[in-house]
């Protein structure tokens, strides 16, 4: 099993739908969750950390965390064709204080006009 | 202003060569990463420097050697040059959680 497991899509959503992406990951002593989005050519872009179960909301964009299930989600509420792009589920390894993240294989999402 | 940056942008090399990456970063940050994203784009670790000491240091082939001549940069030297090092490679810094990535250098062997 992957330690962090994103499906690679393309996941495709017509522009003003919400976008919805998993990851569920098998590090338990893991505290710490981020999302980063990649555009092509271009380096990752952190846009979300998240630390406790639940929700976090920032602007259009929202994480959720459960951590009893080992899964994670960005939803990104009415979708733009500028969303498009691979976003990158990360976790901060549960075994390690030196902040070594393990990134999954990213998904891409297709933001359609 | 830049926060990461990273000399150069694009590499292209004979296999069997040595070659650098630069690492700068402006923002104070205490530990700087250095990542390999292949072309599957799978983004996988390799090292980590915090105050000029290493403390991540993954499966990597010994013909790649970090530097850390002071917290603020962050080199790597890979020698003998193979076409499996293909690849970009992103310098990343960090104070806490969560970090901050460099514009990336695409490094390609012939």
């Known amino acids: 099993q992957k330690e962090v497991e994103q499906n690679s899509g393309p996941l495709s959503v017509p522009e003003g739908a919400i976008a919805s992406l998993n990851c569920t990951y098998s590090?338990?002593?893991?505290?710490?969750f981020f999302w980063y989005r990649q555009y092509s050519g271009k380096s990752p872009e952190l846009i979300m950390s998240i630390y406790s179960n639940g929700d976090k909301e920032d602007g259009r964009f929202t994480a959720q965390l459960n951590k009893a299930s080992q899964y994670v989600s960005l939803l990104i509420r009415d979708s733009q064709p500028s969303d498009s792009a691979t976003y990158l589920c990360?976790?901060?390894?549960?075994?390690?204080?030196?902040?070594?993240?393990?990134f999954g294989q990213g998904t891409t999402l297709q933001v359609k006009p | 202003d830049t926060a990461v940056s990273q000399t150069p942008k694009y590499l292209v090399t004979q296999m069997g060569n040595d070659k650098s990456i630069k690492c700068e970063q402006n923002?104070?940050?205490?530990?700087m990463y250095w990542y390999k994203q292949d072309s599957k784009k799978f983004l996988k670790i390799m090292f980590s420097y915090n105050n000029k000491e290493l403390i991540i240091n993954e499966t990597v082939p010994n013909r790649f050697s970090p530097k850390s001549p002071d917290k603020a940069h962050l080199n790597l030297h890979i020698n003998s040059l193979e076409l499996g090092d293909s690849a970009v490679y992103f310098c990343?810094?960090?104070?806490?959680?969560?970090?901050?990535f460099g514009p990336g250098t695409r490094l390609t062997v012939t």
């Open positions: 990343a810094s960090t104070r806490g959680y969560e970090q901050y």
């Open positions: 923002l104070g940050h205490d530990t």
């Open positions: 990360a976790l901060e390894s549960g075994s390690s204080n030196t902040g070594k993240l393990i």
């Open positions: 590090d338990r002593g893991s505290q710490s």
